[in-house]
């Protein structure tokens, strides 16, 4: 258990500590569309929010995730717990805060569990984080772990009944001989409160470990996908759930690929996508039959002979997918790359972006520390016309589609101050190395960047850090 | 109300304090106690402390549960006089406005069949001034939830109001049928035809039918299922001459449409399409419809499709009927039979045998009997299961014989088959096979099995094979009992197993009424008496309910004489419950 001393955090408190920022930013990098620059005047530090100032395991951030107006930002962690930012409305006296996400909401999601059937441990890890659609005033979330999908209300309380009939406002038990009225309690205002509160428990319904989470655009339904089945859900009955994807062989000798990522298509509530691990992805119709075993489009790139390796297969594993908010293009990461495919073309990807080639002569040594599995996410911005995906030593990756610029930029706390401009960041693959430049060997393959979002219409992204969580933002003006 | 609390005194007050103390108790389960109890509340509140506290307190209690939210929803229903009657009834409409917004589906449900509920209790002028604007509100809210909700109560409100309020209405319904969120346009599809049973029939051709239209090719499939539940209300409105031109192509489309989903609906509700546009349309569009649906390549459209067989035949017009059922359903009947799917297979087994009745004897024997037999042997045990369910219908169209030369084969393997609910669906219709087969076919074929049953590994199959033989003994009487039923069961008394021997005891129990007094005292009592030093407690309480049963039956003196001392003696039995059912037979048979 972890101690939670009240769900507010007083932000001013907070102290972390801080290298000034000695070097002028470079000439360069104001010119480039990359200006970014943290709009907090702190990063985020989920250590401390775990009221600890020292991160443990529990306290690495596992998946972060806007909601659909961007007002909303929620992180899970490998604790089992959710926390929800709210950005700071903006305000005349404050210009500078504007677009500050500030804790609104923390819960336990998952605890850790243990399956006696099969003598196996449930890990509280959150995999995934997915917003619903506003209905009403409160927000709803799914949080996952590798079993148990759940749903969870937030919402605000700012009243609060007050009168008793049978006791005092202080708790006084009354003399029933005095009472010779009925009292009806009245509501009063008091401080805003925020609840969370599970509503359903989608559980027993995957064998393996869930590792997507989608929400169907008809607003009722979901899929959960684990390594070789994918469910369909309505929101509403958690006693039941349809297989719509099963890839398992009769004999799991057999088994030679696996589930790694769904998603639905954001607009056409029958379209869906899953990618497996030989870096195919397939494209399943609801609409042609119950069960979608037979996919209605295959992506595939032909393997080029001449870099065939023994990590071939490995690398070309994908790790995420995901749709284009146009619904148009697909976007997926394997371990090098990343791809955009057009759903009119299945033979080869539209575009192919190098994360960081520069590892493809270190892969032995990446197997050999288990890198060579990590599963790096990749996000589109609001208007599909840029992406971005992680890398190794803190460092993520932009790509824009348009004028093909691309820029390395680095998460960490060491770098940079409140406000200050991200610089570009350059890893010096030949022998000789410029003065700002790092040498692939002396990467950090321990501080990997896995997650990040990007605010669904402006230029605000989050950036997961091992247990810190970064928000940079376009610069303003 | 005060006086009235203080005429009645404080002890009447007490409790009603508690209540609303525990309006907002930690304790949920207090909580929807006291919801529960909100009209006790009331009263004693009386009228206008109701209207004036209790319902401002309730309308901001939407924080709480579901399970209470549901109970207020429902109770608010109920409130009309308890906030002084119809006069005041629209201060009922806050609190069930709010909870018409929440997010769970069962309470805004709730809320809105409570608000149906008192819209019938506004006056005219009321439900203009009060109800008509909350359902706008509701319709042009910021949230679908208020959205979906406010498609329900269009039709309450339409028929009471001026003919510019309905004019909005219709206009607000449009809206919604065109609502960005698919919830809102499920909701308002799913109550186009409520809305169109309540509209002028103009105002049904010229509005309710391009909303029909637009639904119906909607470009989400789940609101496009809707839409054909629509299509049934709809074309029972229009006349006959209309339909062709305003409906029909869009059914067509329907039962074609690209989403599995939707054929299925369309196969779901085919009896209900089939009534509402009438025979002539049915013989020439709905015929090749339904071929089509039975020969889906989707399992889920032929099992509803199947499902459908029997209804469909039934209601096709009577001149052409065996004709259409002959050469266009038959055929794709057929090929179901061998479906790769069992659920295809089962649906249609559970109504196939309805066909015997429609087309009569000679057809039934040369075109389903053979049907019947495949499906008899099929591998799937619910396929086997839903054909032995259903044989009474064939029965009466070909008789008991002919049914038993060709489908005994096929009962005796499903009576020792694997499966034990497979084993008691045909023990269930041993007493109407028994009956018609007469003695001798019986004992020559079925009884051994009868007898089988009796010592089967499944509590189940026992009990109800006892019962069986009650049955038997009923239809053929005391003397063939005496022959060849009572001396088997009275020789599973010295069975080894304890539960065969329970067996015997629960086979006189139900044996000894038409068994009758001189076959249950010479014969069955003796064993029963013996029974009683049985070793294991639950024969020996068996005992003593045993001869509680029989008792009446058996004559007077031997009750006296031998049941009493061995009723006795078990009163005092070492075990709790043979002691209790003991003294329980003594007193009921009244021999203390």
């Known amino acids: ?477 | 109300f005060p006086e009235m609390a203080g005429a009645e005194g404080e002890d009447s007050l007490y409790p009603i304090a508690v209540l609303i103390d525990e309006l907002r108790n930690e304790d949920v389960q207090l909580r929807l106690n006291s919801i529960k109890k909100l009209s006790t509340i009331a009263l004693a509140l009386g009228v206008e402390r109701t209207r004036t506290e209790l319902i401002p307190f309730l309308t901001d209690t939407i924080y709480d549960e579901d399970e209470v939210l549901l109970a207020l929803a429902e109770q608010l229903g109920n409130f009309t006089m308890l906030v002084g009657g119809p006069e005041y009834v629209h201060c009922l409409l806050p609190p069930l406005e709010s909870l018409a917004t929440v997010e769970e589906t069962v309470v805004r449900d709730k809320a809105v069949e409570s608000l149906r509920k008192i819209s019938q209790e506004h006056s005219p002028v009321d439900l203009e001034v009060h109800f008509e604007p909350l359902v706008k509100r509701l319709a042009s809210g910021d949230w679908f939830t208020s959205r979906t909700s406010a498609c329900g109560l269009f039709s309450v409100c339409y028929p009471r109001v001026s003919n510019t309020v309905k004019a909005e209405i219709r206009q607000h319904f449009r809206t919604l049928c065109s609502d960005e969120t698919p919830m809102v346009r499920r909701a308002a599809a799913s109550k186009l035809g409520e809305f169109a049973k309540v509209l002028e029939l103009d105002y049904v051709k010229s509005d309710i039918i391009p909303l029909f239209t637009a639904l119906a090719s909607d470009e989400q499939d789940s609101v496009r299922l809707l839409a054909v539940e629509a299509c049934v209300s709809i074309a029972t409105l229009l006349p006959q001459e209309d339909l062709e031109t305003l409906v029909m192509s869009t059914l067509r489309q329907a039962a074609e449409d690209k989403s599995w989903r939707v054929r299925y609906m369309v196969a779901d509700k085919f009896s209900e399409l089939q009534k509402a546009v009438g025979p002539e349309i049915t013989k020439n569009d709905l015929v090749p419809a339904f071929q089509n649906l039975l020969k889906d390549c989707e399992a889920e459209v032929r099992a509803a499709a199947a499902n459908k067989v029997k209804e469909f035949c039934e209601n096709l017009p009577e001149d052409s009927r065996e004709t259409l059922i002959m050469s266009h359903v038959l055929p794709c009947v057929k090929e179901l039979v061998s479906d790769t799917n069992q659920h295809v297979k089962s649906a249609l087994a559970s109504v196939i045998m309805g066909l015997s009745t429609i087309l009569g004897k000679d057809n039934t024997v040369e075109h389903l009997l053979p049907l019947f037999l495949v499906q008899l042997k099929d591998e799937c045990p619910e396929v086997r299961l839903n054909i032995i369910s259903n044989l009474d219908c064939v029965n009466e169209v070909i008789g008991i014989r002919q049914l038993s030369q060709s489908l005994l084969p096929a009962i005796v393997e499903l009576a020792e088959d694997a499966k034990w609910r497979v084993r008691l669906a045909i023990i269930e219709y041993m007493p109407l096979l028994a009956g018609q087969l007469g003695v001798e076919f019986f004992d020559e074929k079925l009884n051994s099995l009868c007898m089988a049953w009796l010592v089967d590994h499944v509590y189940a199959i026992r009990e109800a094979a006892t019962c069986n033989l009650m049955k038997l003994v009923e239809k053929f009487g005391a003397e063939w009992a005496q022959n060849t039923i009572v001396p088997k069961v009275l020789g599973m008394s010295n069975d080894p197993n304890y539960l065969h021997r329970m067996t015997t005891l629960f086979c006189i129990k139900a044996l000894s009424e038409a068994c009758g007094q001189e076959i249950t005292t010479k014969h069955m009592l003796p064993v029963v008496l013996k029974m009683s030093n049985d070793q294991v407690a639950n024969v020996r309480f068996n005992v003593a309910k045993c001869l509680q049963k029989i008792g009446p039956v058996i004559d007077s003196n031997a009750l006296q004489a031998e049941v009493k001392p061995v009723l006795e003696k078990l009163a005092t039995d070492q075990d709790m419950d043979v002691k209790y059912f003991a003294q329980e037979a003594i007193s009921v048979l009244a021999l203390a």
């Open chain 1, 1 to 477: 258990c972890y101690p939670w001393a009240g769900s507010r955090l007083s932000r001013d408190s907070v102290a972390l500590r801080r290298t000034p920022w000695s070097r002028p930013p470079p000439a360069d990098a104001g010119g480039t569309r990359w200006v970014l620059e943290e709009i907090d005047n702190r990063k985020i530090n989920n250590s401390f929010l775990r009221d600890h100032n020292y991160a443990t395991e529990a306290d690495i951030i596992s998946t972060v995730e806007f909601n659909s107006t961007g007002e909303l930002l929620a992180t899970g962690d490998k604790g089992g717990r959710v926390v929800v930012f709210q950005r700071e409305q903006e305000s005349k006296n404050q210009p500078h805060r504007r677009g500050e996400y500030n804790v609104y909401s923390t819960f336990q999601s998952h605890e850790p569990e243990f399956d006696y059937l099969k003598s196996l441990e449930i890990e509280e890890k959150i995999n995934k984080i997915r917003w619903l659609p506003q209905q009403n005033a409160a927000y709803f979330l799914l949080s996952t772990n590798d079993k148990t999908v759940k749903l969870w209300k937030i919402s605000e309380r700012d009243k609060r009944p007050e009168g008793y009939n049978l006791k005092d406002e202080d708790g006084r038990i009354r003399d029933p001989s005095t009472i010779t009225s009925l009292r009806v309690p009245v509501l009063r205002p008091m401080d805003l409160m925020v609840e969370a509160t599970p509503r359903r428990v989608f559980s027993n319904g995957h064998t393996y470990h869930i590792n997507s989470i989608s929400v169907n655009s008809d607003y009722e339904t979901y899929m959960s996908t684990d390594d070789l089945r994918i469910n369909l859900w309505h929101l509403e009955i958690t006693n039941r759930s349809f297989n719509i994807v099963d890839i398992k062989p009769a004999n799991m000798e057999e088994l030679t690929e696996v589930i790694t990522a769904a998603e639905f298509h954001p607009h056409q509530c029958n379209t869906f996508v899953y990618s497996s691990s030989k870096g195919s992805i397939r494209l399943c119709d609801m609409r042609a039959a119950a069960l979608c075993d037979n996919h209605s489009k295959f992506f595939e790139e032909p393997e080029d002979p001449s870099n065939r390796s023994f990590f071939s297969e490995i690398i070309s594993s994908i790790s995420d997918v995901k749709f284009s908010h146009s619904g148009r293009y697909l976007m997926t990461r394997d371990y090098l790359t990343v791809k955009v495919w057009d759903l009119n073309m299945e033979s080869k990807p539209l575009e192919t972006y190098q994360v960081h080639d520069y590892l493809r002569s270190k892969l032995c040594s990446l197997y050999e520390n288990d890198c060579i599995f990590d599963k790096f996410e990749c996000v589109w911005n609001g208007s599909d016309s840029v992406i971005m995906t992680g890398s190794y030593n803190n460092f993520f990756r932009m790509f824009d589609r348009n004028t093909k610029r691309d820029v390395t930029l680095e998460a960490s706390r060491e770098n940079s101050k409140p406000r200050a401009i991200l610089k570009p960041r350059k890893v010096c693959v030949g022998g000789k190395r410029r003065k700002d430049e790092i040498s692939v060997d002396s990467l950090d393959f321990s501080k990997k960047i896995l997650h990040t979002t990007w605010h669904p219409s402006e230029n605000i992204i989050a950036v997961a850090a091992t247990n810190n969580l970064y928000i940079f933002q376009d610069k303003v003006n």
